[in-house]
């Protein structure tokens, strides 16, 4: 097994410098340098101010104290960190495709095939790369391919290392995570690249919860782990609203079948959908992997999962406009939440998204509080989502520090994303400064039923009426 002294990311995104921070601090003897050719996010990367990092994940901002300058290092010059690094971690977005073949349900690799292309002209010593974005099956293959027949005839490894991070945790997942996968090829040379990435990771992981394979069977599993996580969410959700039309209770039916060892319970809490960056475009890859073979059973069953999560954010947004007496247009929506998840900024596919977008569509007036996420997010998300004048958009929404403000004569409040503060906000004082009648929808579950009946709220929440 040969050590290495340092390691190349290319791409300061939601992965790359989490991941890195975290093997900067436990591997101290080893020079670990992210690049990315965005100049401004490597600026916040490097800025004094630890409290504007491009990424917000709890634990985050101590490590990068503790490590940047050290043996961490944030830099836009991407050929010298190649040229440099004997490993380097390939963490660039891949986005699902918006045009051609497999538009709407591939991934789009242009940015992958473009960093195997500038590692072949750069490298000039033997270098192990390593795959850590999220990508089809027999991706390596490819870029083994453009690595071998473009480079300079130095000897490349392709490595599949997925990771497993959820948002608002990625630290601590990292720190202490169930297992890590590393797939390569089943060759001498293969397994050695495969025992150096382990080497790295057994600095703070047990040699056990390392996990090898080939470059396939790694690829295939961050797919599937995604989709059996997405696929309860959703199954969850079904069931949601089946307890609206009876006298079943959502909560207690998750709580009851989640005692079941052969189910448990996480991710049986019903919600308004998932989000992130993940759930939605794996799935949708694995759909476009499964048609690719001619297995159209298979993909039906899985596209099943993104149909009922779009059904359960619509249905969210429509029970707000019924119980509002079927018309929203000029009522004031205060929406708490616009990232996906709590303790993350990211909003890719947040669910708050579509609420607002169909909430607007009924010329709502929506207030939006959120305490990570910035006010120039928030617009350029609604515009990416639909071709509404970018003007409409900023007339009918408005940005909010403070949710006692958003709260002020709402005619209801919506919560999307489960932030701790909103449980612990003064109720009495919102409802006292909202209009009446005032309803709170809680899209999260994040909130006691009792105590909202005791300060006087219609109450919704889903999978109770």
């Known amino acids: 097994m040969n050590k290495v002294n340092q390691i190349c990311c290319i791409g300061a995104g939601y992965v790359g410098g989490p991941t890195m921070a975290v093997i900067a601090k436990q591997c101290p003897n080893i020079k670990v340098t992210v690049v990315d050719i965005n100049q401004k996010r490597i600026d916040q990367w490097n800025a004094d101010d630890l409290d504007n990092l491009p990424i917000y994940e709890p634990g985050l901002k101590e490590i990068i104290a503790e490590t940047r300058d050290r043996n961490l290092f944030f830099s836009t010059n991407v050929d010298k960190a190649i040229e440099d690094a004997e490993m380097i971690f390939i963490s660039v977005n891949t986005p699902t495709k918006t045009y051609g073949k497999g538009k709407g349900q591939a991934s789009d690799l242009k940015y992958i095939e473009l960093c195997a292309r500038n590692i072949a002209k750069v490298a000039k010593t033997d270098k192990i790369v390593v795959e850590k974005s999220t990508l089809p099956v027999r991706t390596a293959e490819a870029i083994k391919s453009i690595l071998d027949n473009t480079g300079n005839g130095v000897q490349f490894e392709i490595l599949s290392n997925p990771e497993f991070l959820a948002e608002g945790t990625a630290v601590e997942d990292l720190l202490a995570a169930d297992r890590v996968l590393i797939g390569g090829q089943e060759t001498p040379s293969g397994q050695a690249a495969k025992d150096t990435l382990s080497w790295v990771y057994e600095h703070w992981l047990p040699k056990e919860r390392v996990l090898q394979t080939n470059v396939w069977s790694s690829e295939l599993s961050k797919l599937v782990a995604n989709a059996f996580l997405a696929q309860r969410v959703s199954s969850i959700n079904s069931i949601s609203a089946l307890c609206e039309k009876t006298d079943a209770n959502v909560a207690e039916v998750s709580r009851a079948i989640g005692f079941d060892s052969r ?137 909010v520090n403070d949710p006692m403000e958003a709260a002020n004569d709402a005619h209801a409040i919506a919560i999307l994303t489960e932030w701790d503060e909103f449980k612990t906000l003064d109720w009495n004082k919102i409802y006292s400064e909202m209009l009446k009648p005032a309803f709170v929808f809680d899209g999260r579950r994040i909130l006691e039923r009792e105590k909202m009946d005791e300060i006087g709220f219609k109450f919704y929440r889903i999978g109770e009426s």
Do not use: H
Not at 284 to 311: H, P, T
Not at 317 to 332: C, D, F, P, R
């Open 263 to 399: 189910i448990g319970s996480k991710f049986l809490n019903s919600s308004v959908g998932f989000g992130g960056s993940c759930f939605q475009k794996d799935i949708l890859n694995l759909v476009y992997i499964a048609k690719s073979f001619g297995l159209n059973e298979v993909a039906d069953y899985w596209e099943q999962v993104i149909i009922m999560n779009d059904y359960q954010k619509r249905r969210f947004a429509e029970n707000i406009i019924s119980t509002l007496y079927n018309t929203v247009s000029g009522k004031k929506i205060a929406l708490y939440g616009w990232a996906f998840k709590k303790d993350t900024n990211d909003t890719r596919e947040s669910a708050a998204i579509y609420v607002a977008d169909l909430l607007l569509e009924e010329q709502a007036e929506i207030i939006v509080y959120d305490p990570k996420v910035k006010e120039d997010t928030i617009y350029n998300d609604l515009d990416y989502l639909n071709s509404r004048d970018p003007k409409e958009n900023r007339r009918l929404l408005k940005v």
